[in-house]
Nanobody, 125 residues
Framework: VQLVESGGGLVQAGGSLRLACVASGHTFFFSNMGWFRQAPGKEREFVADISWSGGSTFYADSVKGRFTISRDYGKRTVYLDMNSLKPEDAAVYFC???????????????????WGQGTEVTVSS
C-alpha cells in the first residue's frame, strides 16, 4: 500500500488550497483515511478523518468550518480542501490510512497504519 500526497504550496493568508492523497495497492481494507499535520518543532496533530465506505467525517476544532475532507472511492483519492488559511496552518500535511480493527473514533496518529510522505503548506501573512 502506498499513499502519495500532492497539492501543497505557498498561499497567502485567507487563501485556499486543495490537497489530494492517492492510495495504491490493496486499499480496499482501509476503514478510515485521515489528514495530519506537523509544523517545525511541534508534534504531529490530527486534522480530519473520513470513513472510507460511508463518508462520515470528523475534524479538529482548529480547522472545523474551514477545512473539508472528502473522498472519491473510485479514484482511491482523499481530498482536503482548506479555506481561510491562517499562518498557523502552515505545516507538512500527511495523509494516513486506518485498517479495520483499529478504533474508528480514536484519532491519535498511532491508530493509523499507513502514511504518505507529506506535502508542505506554507501560509504567508
Amino acid at each position: 500500500v502506498q499513499l502519495v500526497e500532492s497539492g501543497g504550496g505557498l498561499v497567502q493568508a485567507g487563501g485556499s488550497l486543495r490537497l489530494a492523497c492517492v492510495a495504491s495497492g490493496h486499499t480496499f481494507f482501509f476503514s478510515n483515511m485521515g489528514w495530519f499535520r506537523q509544523a517545525p518543532g511541534k508534534e504531529r496533530e490530527f486534522v480530519a478523518d473520513i470513513s472510507w465506505s460511508g463518508g462520515s467525517t470528523f475534524y479538529a476544532d482548529s480547522v472545523k468550518g474551514r477545512f473539508t475532507i472528502s473522498r472519491d472511492y473510485g479514484k482511491r483519492t482523499v481530498y482536503l480542501d482548506m479555506n481561510s488559511l491562517k499562518p498557523e496552518d502552515a505545516a507538512v500535511y500527511f495523509c494516513a490510512g486506518k485498517v479495520p480493527g483499529a478504533e474508528a473514533q480514536d484519532y491519535q496518529a498511532a491508530t493509523y497504519s499507513y502514511w504518505g510522505q507529506g506535502t508542505e503548506v506554507t501560509v504567508s501573512s
